[in-house]
């Protein structure tokens, strides 16, 4: 169990301070854990050195990385983190290779990570296949493919694949994994974007580590997207894990994150560029 532990926005959406930060559409967390200190995704590839300097954050530290999914605003810093740090293990699922769209109408974007495999390996990725919820320093956990069990939490349609004979199918992103790290105070979740649904994440951790307290979420939500009818469940569903704090990020969505405020009032602030978090 960790005792000691800070958490520091990088890369988001949104600048908190100090002056000279870089906000960008995209995600990365810092995490200080003891004796271990990691990377919780690299953003789009704008702001994770520049704002790590300016938080005095030392990509050269880091003793690995872990990447959430495979979309470019999660992965695109990895060139330039692993340029700092060297050969590095990064922890992520296979599927982060696959070629992935954001497909709506005639409207069509390619959002996969931007690196080929070997190009990233030649510069000091250190890939490890993980897909399973494992234990990667003590304490720390990355939750690996998480069941989806819910039936309020589809994937989102607009994201797909193009199969060679089935055409464009729904991408179940099978990859979307989540940092926690049981500490003193209960489980700090780390978020990517939670396309396997905040709810199902947040059971399949309770099912992996049954009796302990989640204390503070933190992250890209991907609630952004959500319906009234599905918000209002997720809502209700997330009263009952008796989250201290609840702190949105990148894909929450503006109207949605005020909601949660709403809802969750002093428990709740925005993860931005900046924010720190220790116990």
């Not at 702001?47 to 605003?73: E, F, Q, R, T």
């Not at 495999?117 to 998480?146: C, M, N």
């Not at 894909?251 to 005020?258: K, Q, Y």
């Amino acid at each position: 169990m960790i005792s000691q532990l800070k958490l520091t926005v990088i890369c988001e959406n949104s600048v908190f301070g100090p002056s000279g930060l870089i906000g960008e559409h995209g995600w990365s967390c810092y995490v200080e854990a003891e004796r271990y200190t990691m990377l919780f995704d690299t953003g789009q590839g704008l702001g994770v050195l520049c704002n790590s300097l300016i938080l005095k954050k030392d990509l050269k530290l880091i003793d690995a990385i872990v990447l959430s999914h495979g979309h470019y605003d999660h992965t695109s810093g990895l060139p330039s983190v692993v340029g700092l740090s060297g050969p590095t293990p990064v922890y992520a699922h296979p599927d982060i290779f696959l070629v992935r769209y954001w497909k709506k109408g005639d409207i069509l974007r390619e959002i996969g990570i931007r690196y080929k495999k070997e190009y990233l390996e030649s510069i000091g990725a250190r890939f490890v296949d993980l897909q399973e919820f494992r234990e990667i320093y003590p304490g720390v956990y990355v939750t690996g493919i998480v069941p989806r069990i819910t039936d309020f939490e589809p994937p989102d349609p607009n994201m797909q694949l193009r199969d060679p004979e089935a055409g464009w199918v729904q991408d179940p992103l099978r990859d979307d994994l989540s940092v926690v790290i049981d500490t003193n105070k209960g489980l700090f979740v780390i978020l990517g974007c939670a396309h396997a649904g905040i709810i199902n994440i947040l059971k399949h951790i309770q099912k992996n580590l049954p009796g302990r307290p989640i204390h503070t979420v933190l992250g890209g939500t991907h609630l952004g997207p959500a319906d009234p009818a599905q918000f209002g469940i997720t809502l209700s569903n997330l009263e009952k894990f008796g989250i201290q704090r609840l702190g949105a990020a990148h894909c929450t969505g503006l109207e949605n994150a005020a909601k949660l405020y709403n809802a969750f009032g002093k428990r709740f602030f925005f993860a931005s560029v900046g924010t720190s978090i220790t116990i």
